[in-house]
């Protein structure tokens, strides 16, 4: 692949300041650095507790880091997420970054249907159309059509974790972070979720996630990145 990185990390370092234990240090990462191209898949690897969601949560501005940059191109340019500043890091994330989390931060008395347009009206997208882009993935997700018009508060952790992937997806993001997307899901949703990330895919969207299922992060993943290659120098 020759395109430009869309995201490139250096020098990365964050030690953990757990003031609870009376300021005892607890290092995570140290040296990482890596690179990131339009359409590739990219798998964070190594075991719990090696630092893998905390790398995803730096990437996305959720955690300083103590050193290093991280570099995400979006509007045009650069920006180094460690250095934006708050509103800077908003916009970035508006137009170039997206996030699945593991778990859905639920928004009570909102509708799942309007919890997955959300992000399309956000972009401009009418309100009737993102409704019915949200339906539309929705179905292709399995979500039973008797549950989008009620807010995904009570659903089962299968449910959540379908309605937090469609969230995250329905709109395009040129970077997107996904934290072991199909942890909750069976075989045959986990299969729509491969489908969903291959599309994303072959529209240039460079995805950086962790992925505990080999199997879906052999189909899925060009590479793995191994985060204990950080942690040892951490
Ligand atoms: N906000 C925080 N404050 C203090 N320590 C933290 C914080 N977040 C993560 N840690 C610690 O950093 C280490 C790495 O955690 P992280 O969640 O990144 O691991 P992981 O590789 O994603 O593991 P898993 O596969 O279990 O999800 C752990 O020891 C964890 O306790
Ligand atoms: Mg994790």
């Known amino acids: 692949m020759t395109s430009e990185p869309i995201l490139s990390v250096d020098g990365v370092a964050k030690t953990f300041l757990l003031h609870l ?10 040296g990482a650095a890596f690179e990131l191209r339009p359409g590739e ?29 991280i570099r995400v191109r ?6 180094d997420v460690a250095s934006a500043d708050p509103r800077r890091l908003l ?3 508006a ?7 593991q778990f859905l931060r639920v928004i009570p008395r909102v509708s799942t249907l309007e919890v997955v347009a ?7 997208v009418a309100r009737e159309q993102a409704l019915e882009r949200a339906g539309a993935l929705l179905a292709w997700l399995n979500l039973p059509e008797r549950l989008w018009p009620l807010p995904p508060a009570t659903f089962s952790g299968g449910e959540q974790q379908r309605v937090n992937i469609a969230r ?11 934290d072991e997307p199909t942890a909750s899901l069976d075989a045959a949703n986990s299969r729509v979720v491969v489908e969903l ?12 996630g962790i992925f505990h299922d080999a199997q879906v992060r052999e189909t899925v993943c060009d590479r793995v990145i191994d985060v204990t290659e950080f942690a040892k120098a951490a």
């Open 21 to 30: 234990r009376g300021g005892a240090r607890l290092p995570v990462v140290s």
């Open 41 to 69: 898949c990219v798998a964070l690897g190594g075991p719990s507790g090696a630092g893998k969601s905390s790398l995803l949560k730096m990437v996305y501005g959720n955690y300083r880091i103590d050193s290093g940059t």
């Open 74 to 79: 979006g509007d045009g340019d650069f920006v």
């Open 91 to 93: 916009r970035l994330r």
């Open 95 to 101: 137009s170039t970054m997206g996030y699945v989390s």
């Open 118 to 124: 959300e992000p399309l009206v956000g972009d401009g």
């Open 168 to 178: 995250g997806l329905i709109a395009h993001r040129p970077l997107l972070l996904m």
């Open 197 to 208: 990330i291959g599309e994303k895919k072959r529209a240039g969207v460079a995805i950086l």
